[in-house]
């Protein structure tokens, strides 16, 4: 049987977006007529509550899209799931939820009735995984070195990446392969965020900065290889410590990296000091906030990063 509840939780506001699209799109199916409301719940009154879940009179089906629940007032919560225990004939309900807020409790009620969709933030550690995901629902397979090239080349915006996704599937003829992302995406090849990156945590100061300056002008944003750098420099403060032979498959697991990224990276963390690591973790967090407009120019703030690691892994 069709579920006329359905819940989404989450922060990611694209994955909310494609969940609730697709959700209308199934109750749309082979019906003649849908009238599909949206509201807030922070501004709902209980009459409005009472009027969008009440059945048509002209007997068509209708879909309530009840935003931002987790700002909804105590009274319009309680008609919410009122409504959602047993909803009219004709009357389907999604209702959105951060998971937080002042009605945080409204969530495992709710979980216990309706049809629950997640939709939580992607930590920048699970982004080589969510592309995998993202390219086996279109039915591809593909290599790690292909999600890093795309990652490279698109940044880590979801929406982003699942449109490059679906583009390269529906172009490409044959494999998608690191060439096959960088034609679409990098401009031109020999420009790369992270080769960027490695040559600025290996100590290549002049060849990292070149490349860098280079990136910029042929329109690479400095938000990508401000990414890219950081997230070498992560994985290198996670790294720099071991010794002896890296079991790079454990690894991969904890680190959230494939195993081939943990034997590469673990190899160059090794000449790095613990004070170098500090110094360089804090210049990433600076880097972070200048390139996303906290001060000063980005693409200054970009080179200059790369730089100062340079000098740090030398």
Same mark, same amino acid.
């Given at each position: 049987?069709?579920?006329?509840?359905? %819940?989404?939780?989450?922060?990611?506001?694209?994955?909310?977006?494609?969940?609730?699209?697709?959700?209308?799109?199934?109750?749309?199916?082979?019906?003649?007529?849908? !009238?599909?409301?949206?509201?807030?719940? =922070?501004?709902?009154?209980?009459?409005?509550?009472?009027?969008?879940?009440?059945?048509? %009179?002209?007997?068509?089906?209708?879909?309530?899209?009840?935003?931002?629940?987790?700002?909804?007032?105590?009274?319009?919560?309680?008609?919410?799931?009122?409504?959602?225990?047993?909803?009219?004939?004709?009357?389907?309900?999604?209702?959105?939820?951060? =998971?937080?807020?002042?009605?945080?409790?409204?969530?495992?009620?709710?979980?216990?009735?309706?049809?629950?969709?997640?939709?939580?933030?992607?930590?920048?550690?699970?982004?080589?995984?969510?592309?995998?995901?993202?390219?086996?629902?279109?039915?591809?397979?593909? !290599?790690?070195?292909?999600?890093?090239?795309? %990652?490279?080349?698109?940044?880590? $915006?979801?929406?982003?990446?699942?449109?490059?996704?679906?583009?390269?599937?529906?172009?490409?003829?044959?494999?998608?392969?690191?060439? !096959?992302? &960088?034609?679409?995406?990098?401009?031109?090849?020999?420009?790369?965020?992270?080769?960027?990156?490695?040559w600025a945590v290996t100590g290549q100061g002049a060849r990292a900065v070149a490349a860098t300056? &280079?990136?910029?002008? %042929?329109?690479?944003?400095?938000?990508?290889?401000?990414?890219? @750098?950081?997230?070498?420099?992560?994985?290198?403060?996670?790294?720099?410590?071991? !010794?002896?032979?890296?079991?790079?498959?454990?690894?991969? =697991?904890? @680190?959230?990296?494939?195993?081939?990224?943990?034997?590469?990276?673990?190899?160059?963390? &090794?000449?790095?000091?613990?004070?170098?690591?500090?110094?360089?973790?804090?210049?990433?967090?600076?880097?972070?906030?200048?390139?996303?407009?906290?001060?000063? $120019?980005?693409?200054?703030?970009?080179?200059?990063?790369?730089?100062?690691?340079?000098?740090?892994?030398?």
């Amino acid at each position: 049987m069709e579920s006329q509840v359905h %819940l989404i939780v989450g922060t990611e506001a694209f994955l909310v977006e494609r969940q609730r699209r697709a959700i209308i799109e199934q109750i749309k199916d082979g019906r003649p007529e849908v !009238t599909v409301t949206t509201m807030n719940a =922070g501004e709902l009154t209980p009459s409005e509550v009472l009027e969008v879940l009440s059945p048509s %009179l002209f007997g068509d089906d209708r879909v309530a899209v009840i935003k931002n629940t987790e700002t909804a007032g105590k009274e319009p919560a309680d008609l919410l799931l009122q409504a959602a225990v047993d909803p009219g004939p004709g009357i389907y309900l999604i209702v959105e939820h951060s =998971g937080g807020g002042r009605t945080k409790a409204l969530v495992p009620k709710l979980e216990k009735i309706a049809t629950t969709h997640r939709a939580e933030e992607v930590k920048q550690r699970e982004l080589p995984s969510w592309v995998t995901q993202e390219f086996r629902s279109h039915g591809v397979r593909i !290599t790690p070195d292909v999600v890093h090239a795309l %990652l490279e080349g698109v940044g880590s $915006d979801l929406r982003e990446l699942a449109s490059a996704v679906s583009q390269l599937v529906a172009d490409a003829e044959g494999d998608i392969t690191v060439a !096959t992302v &960088r034609a679409y995406y990098s401009g031109v090849a020999e420009v790369s965020a992270f080769d960027i990156a490695d040559w600025a945590v290996t100590g290549q100061g002049a060849r990292a900065v070149a490349a860098t300056r &280079r990136a910029l002008q %042929l329109g690479m944003s400095p938000v990508v290889i401000a990414a890219s @750098l950081s997230s070498k420099v992560g994985m290198i403060a996670r790294l720099y410590s071991t !010794t002896g032979r890296v079991d790079s498959r454990r690894l991969a =697991g904890q @680190l959230g990296a494939h195993p081939f990224v943990i034997e590469k990276t673990s190899k160059v963390a &090794r000449r790095w000091s613990s004070d170098s690591v500090s110094r360089a973790v804090i210049l990433m967090a600076d880097l972070d906030a200048a390139v996303k407009g906290q001060g000063g $120019d980005p693409d200054y703030a970009v080179e200059s990063a790369v730089q100062r690691v340079a000098r740090l892994a030398g």
